[in-house]
Every structure is written in structure tokens, then in C-alpha cells.
């Protein structure tokens, strides 16, 4: 969220340096919480790099453990304690994967997981256990 400075009326937006370093700390923060999270990523402006004043955060994160539909899935992470609004996909490894082999045949599937193969950067990503060899990696 723009941030006013003291002495200015003017709003100040937060840098992406910034804003990606809070998305990681924060994605680390809820791999504590919740054991399912694999991946957290960023697409949109901020997968391209291309983020400025006014972009929103647009996150994907793939958790073993989510159901329901993505709004009940949104409403399950505190994406309040980032430093901008965001949209976010929670998908689980299987749904991630189907996303990104969506057929032409359904378009907006098709445009979504071509974006998303072409945007997004992980961010932060769970370490395999060491000597797991069942440890999936998304």
C-alpha cells in the first residue's frame, strides 16, 4: 500500500525490491504454519518485471493441502501483511500442473497458463528433506 511521507502530502509506492522481499519473508513465514505450501510466485507485472506505481501483487501459491473454491482458498492466507493488495491463484501441485497443460480448445485456460508460463518467477520455494526421496517437487 502507498505509504504518505511525514513532511509531503504525496503518497509514496513501495519499491519492487521491496515488495518482493516482503513476499518472501512472508511466504517463508506461512511454510511454518502450513507444512502443504511448496511455492509461492509472482506473475503479472512483478513476474515481468515490469511492476510500477499503482501495480497490484499478483501471487500464485501451491499448497498440497487447499480445497474449496479460491475465494474460500484466499480467505485462508493473511495476504493483509504484504505491502500491496494482491490476487492470488492457490492451486494444489495436480491443478497447477493440468493449469499450465490447458488445450486450446479452452481458450481462457489456454491464455491463463501461458501467461503464467511466461511470467511467473518462484519466489520462494519449500527445501526437499534431506534423504526423502518422496519430497514432490511442483
Not at 497490484?56 to 493488495?85: A, C, H, K, M
Request: hydrophobic share 40%; aromatic share 8%; proline share 6%.
Amino acid at each position: 500500500m502507498p505509504v504518505r511521507l511525514l513532511t509531503q502530502s504525496r503518497l509514496r509506492w513501495p519499491e519492487a525490491a521491496q515488495v518482493l522481499s516482503a513476499v518472501v519473508l512472508w511466504a517463508a513465514e506461512q511454510a511454518e504454519r502450513n507444512d502443504g505450501l511448496h511455492r509461492v510466485g509472482v506473475f503479472g507485472s512483478y513476474g515481468r518485471g515490469d511492476a510500477g506505481v499503482g501495480s497490484d501483487l499478483d501471487l500464485v501459491l501451491i499448497d498440497d493441502n487447499t480445497s474449496g473454491t479460491q475465494s474460500q482458498r484466499y480467505r485462508q492466507w493473511p495476504f493483509e501483511q504484504l505491502p500491496l493488495s494482491c490476487d492470488a491463484l492457490v492451486l494444489t501441485p495436480q491443478e497447477w500442473d493440468e493449469l499450465l497443460a490447458s488445450p486450446a480448445s479452452d481458450p481462457a485456460a489456454h491464455a491463463m497458463a501461458n501467461a503464467l508460463s511466461r511470467d511467473c518467477r518462484w519466489l520462494w520455494c519449500r527445501p526437499k528433506a534431506e534423504g526423502n526421496a518422496n519430497t514432490r517437487d511442483t
